[in-house]
C-alpha cells in the first residue's frame, strides 16, 4: 500500500499575546494556503529513503522512525515546502511524515501524532501550523490543539507572495531572538486582540478592505515590538520596500512569521498591478488563494 498527504502551507498574521504572564502560550492568528504545499508519497520500508527534497526532510524521516520505532518508511517527494520562507514548512512536514507513517502502520503500532510533533520541537509558540494543518481556513488559536475561531476564506480574495533572497529564523535563533523580546507589555495584546475580534473576523468575505486594515495594523503592531529583534518593522531591506510598494494597491501587506516572505490579501481585478510591482524587487512571484481544506491523506 502506498498513502499520498498533501498539506498546505500556512501565513502566520501574528501572535496574540507576548505578556510574560503567558509565556510560551502566545496564540496566533494565520491562514492555510494551497500553494506551497507538501506533497509525499509513503509506502512501507525497512530503512529511511527519501527520493529527494531537503536536508531537513531527510532528517525529519529519520528520526520520526527512531522516535515511533517503526521499522521504516519510504519518501517519494512531489512538492515540498521551502523551508524557511514564513510558510511554516516544518510543522507541515512533520506532520505529513507523522500522518502517513500513521496510516501505513496504523495496525501495528498506536501513537499520537501531535504527542511526537511536539517531542520534535514542534508547536513552542503557536498552534496555527497545527491548526491549518488540521483544519485549513482562517484560524485564530489560543495556545491550544484546536482553534478558538475557524472560518472558510473567499475564495476571490487572492493572496500575492513574494519571497525575497533571504532566509527566516528558526529552532534556536528564534528562541535567542525571543528573549529579547519578552515580555512585551498588555497594550500589545489589547491592540492586536482588538484588531481581531472586532475588525478582522467581522469582515471576512465582506470587506477586504476593512480586513487589510485590520492586517494591517497588527502587522504594525508587531512590526514595532520585533524590531529590535530583526533590526527592522520587516526582516530585509527588500521586504520593507515591497510593503511600501504594496499598501497603496490594497493594504493587506505584511511578513508572514520571521518572513522573508511578503504577503498581500486582495481582490482578483489587483492581482496583476502587484504582481508588475513586486517583480521590481523579486522574481519569486505568486499568486494562490486559500485551502479551506487542510491536510488529506489517500490511498494511491
Known amino acids: 500500500m502506498k498513502v499520498r ?91 505529513s511524515i507523522l500522518s502517513g507513517a500513521k496510516k501505513l502502520y496504523e495496525d501495528e503500532l498506536d501513537w499520537n501524532i501531535e504527542k511526537v510533533a ?46 525575497p533572497n533571504s532566509k527566516g529564523v528558526s529552532g534556536r535563533e528564534e528562541e535567542e531572538l525571543l528573549t529579547k523580546i519578552i515580555p512585551v507589555s498588555k497594550d500589545y495584546t489589547g491592540r492586536v486582540t482588538a484588531e481581531v475580534f472586532c475588525r478582522m473576523i467581522p469582515s471576512i468575505g465582506k470587506d477586504i478592505d476593512e480586513f487589510g486594515t485590520a492586517l494591517h495594523n497588527i502587522q504594525e503592531t508587531m512590526g514595532d515590538v520585533f524590531e529590535v529583534a530583526q533590526d527592522g518593522r520587516y526582516s530585509t531591506e527588500n521586504g520593507q520596500k515591497l510593503v511600501s510598494k504594496l499598501k497603496d494597491i490594497a493594504k493587506g501587506v505584511g511578513q508572514s512569521s520571521w518572513g522573508p516572505t511578503i504577503y498581500q490579501i486582495l481582490p482578483s481585478k489587483k492581482v496583476e498591478e502587484a504582481r508588475k510591482r513586486a517583480k521590481e524587487i523579486s522574481d519569486d512571484v505568486m499568486v494562490t488563494t486559500a485551502d479551506n481544506t487542510g491536510s488529506t491523506i489517500d490511498e494511491v
Not at 498546505?8 to 494565520?30: E, I, Q, T
Request: glycine fraction near 12%; include cysteine.
Open 5 to 95: 498527504v498533501s498539506a498546505p502551507s500556512r501565513l502566520h498574521f501574528g501572535f496574540l499575546n507576548l505578556s510574560d504572564a503567558y509565556y510560551k502560550m502566545f496564540g496566533g492568528v494565520g491562514l492555510a494556503i494551497k500553494k506551497p504545499r507538501n506533497v509525499f508519497i509513503f509506502e512501507k520500508c525497512n530503512q529511511v529513503m527519501v527520493d529527494s527534497g531537503s536536508r531537513e526532510l531527510q532528517q525529519k524521516a529519520k528520526k520520526i522512525v527512531d522516535l515511533t520505532g517503526i521499522p521504516g518508511i519510504k519518501v517519494e517527494v512531489e512538492e515540498e515546502i521551502p523551508s524557511h520562507k514564513g510558510f511554516g514548512s516544518g510543522t507541515s512536514a512533520t506532520l
Open 118 to 163: 511536539a517531542d520534535m520541537g514542534r508547536f513552542k509558540y503557536s498552534n496555527v501550523g497545527l491548526n491549518t494543518f488540521k483544519y485549513g481556513g482562517f484560524v485564530v488559536e489560543g495556545g491550544s490543539k484546536d482553534p478558538i475561531y475557524r472560518t472558510d476564506f473567499p475564495k476571490g480574495w487572492k493572496v500575492l507572495l513574494v519571497t
